[in-house]
Structure formats: structure tokens, C-alpha cells
């Protein structure tokens, strides 16, 4: 069971071996996702190019406004965790449940110790904590999952 944590997730960073943030699946024209909100814009305006990237990630994977689950961003350890196809929508119970089964995988593939989650889905996802704990409730202690005070 994952452990949780209050607070400015950003804390965790350098510790992190791998640092989720939630995101949707939509690319702007100039080829970023798009990443105007909470933990996602913070992300952005941290590592410039980020957006960038995990945008041609996206593309590569599996086109603008499609399913991905999860993408890691080598260069900064930030995984993209997606909670939604589009930046208006609300976030899915179902693109959380596809993410969190390959957060699972990548978790035991590389053996990794310290993973930071923001509570996926909540505040601009527009889902209730209680919809969404369940289904996070099957990822492992070497997981913390942040939700801010």
C-alpha cells in the first residue's frame, strides 16, 4: 500500500527516482502538451522544454489526444501520469486505472525505491479523493502519494 503525504511534493524531488505528475494527452500546434495547471504547469516552468518533450513523447506514442498511461521524461526523472485526454475534461477513473497498471509495471521492471505521486484526479480533475483511492490502493509502499494542505 502506497504511504501519503501533505505538503509541497516538490520536497521529495531530489530524493525521487521517479516523480509523477498528472497530465492529459492534449498537444498545442506548437507541439507541447498542454500544461497550464497545478503540479503540471509547476513542472513546466521548472524544466523548460519539458512540455516539449513529453509532447513528442506523446505524438510517438500514441497520437495527440490518445492514451498513454505513463511517460518518463529521462532527462528530469518526471513521469507523466495521465489522469486525462483533454486539459478541459474532467479526469477519468479509467485513465487513472490504465496509469496506475503502468506506473505498477515501471515500478517493478527498474526496482525503484522512491516514487512521488500527486493525488491524481482531485482539484482540477474535478473527482472526489474517495472515487479515486481506491484504485491507488494497489500501488506499493515505495510510493507516496501527495495531496497539498
Avoid at 37 to 56: D, M, Q, S, V
Wanted: net charge neutral; glycine share 8%.
Amino acid at each position: 500500500m502506497p504511504k501519503f503525504a501533505t505538503g509541497n511534493m516538490w520536497d521529495a524531488y531530489d530524493e525521487a527516482d521517479l516523480f509523477c505528475i498528472t497530465t492529459n494527452s492534449y498537444i498545442k500546434q506548437n507541439g507541447a502538451l498542454t500544461m497550464g495547471r497545478g503540479i503540471a504547469r509547476e513542472a513546466k516552468l521548472r524544466f523548460p522544454g519539458l512540455g516539449y518533450r513529453l509532447g513528442a513523447a506523446i505524438e510517438d506514442d500514441c497520437g495527440s489526444t490518445g492514451k498513454y498511461g505513463l511517460l518518463v521524461d529521462c532527462d528530469t526523472k518526471i513521469a507523466a501520469f495521465q489522469t486525462k485526454y483533454t486539459w478541459f475534461r474532467d479526469a477519468s477513473l479509467e485513465l487513472i486505472t490504465y496509469s496506475v497498471s503502468h506506473l505498477l509495471v515501471y515500478i517493478t521492471t527498474r526496482r525503484l525505491g522512491n516514487v512521488q505521486l500527486n493525488f491524481p484526479g482531485i482539484n482540477n480533475g474535478r473527482l472526489t479523493r474517495a472515487e479515486v483511492l481506491p484504485l491507488l490502493l494497489a500501488l506499493p509502499d515505495s510510493v507516496t502519494i501527495w495531496e497539498l494542505k
